[in-house]
Nanobody, 121 residues
Framework: QLQASGGGLVQAGDSLTLSCAASGLAYGKGWFRQAPGKEREFVAA????????YYADSVKGRFTISRDNAKNTVYLQMSSLKPEDTAVYYC???????????????????WGQGTQVTVSS
């Protein structure tokens, strides 16, 4: 139900946009990443209406999450990429409504397969 795409190999300072097709999943969406030897970490999230967007401090100001509900797709625009952004990026979706005041760093029920992003220095 979740299909992430758009990963690749880029140089530091470049931009990249990830997409996640989320068939049948209308509620909150998020992006997470996992670097080799590290735990999976929250990157960004967006409410079903796009009213609320949330970012990890490490990506704030560089990454932008958005969604197109007509296309059932959520995007992660990444700019000013750094080598430390290298990771497998996963999209995730909630199975029920969560208010904008909820903690969007957790509570996801569906996960995509991941797409590799590698940033060379």
């Amino acid at each position: 139900q979740l299909q992430a795409s758009g990963g690749g190999l880029v140089q530091a300072g470049d931009s990249l946009t990830l997409s996640c097709a989320a068939s049948g999943l209308a509620y909150g969406k998020g992006w997470f990443r996992q670097a080799p030897g590290k735990e999976r970490e929250f990157v960004a999230a967006i409410t079903w209406s796009s009213y609320g967007t949330y970012y990890a401090d490490s990506v704030k100001g560089r990454f932008t999450i958005s969604r197109d509900n007509a296309k059932n797709t959520v995007y992660l625009q990444m700019s000013s990429l750094k080598p430390e952004d290298t990771a497998v990026y996963y999209c995730a979706a909630m199975s029920k409504y969560s208010s904008p005041n909820s903690d969007y760093t957790r509570g996801y029920d569906y996960w995509g397969q991941g797409t590799q992003v590698t940033v060379s220095s």
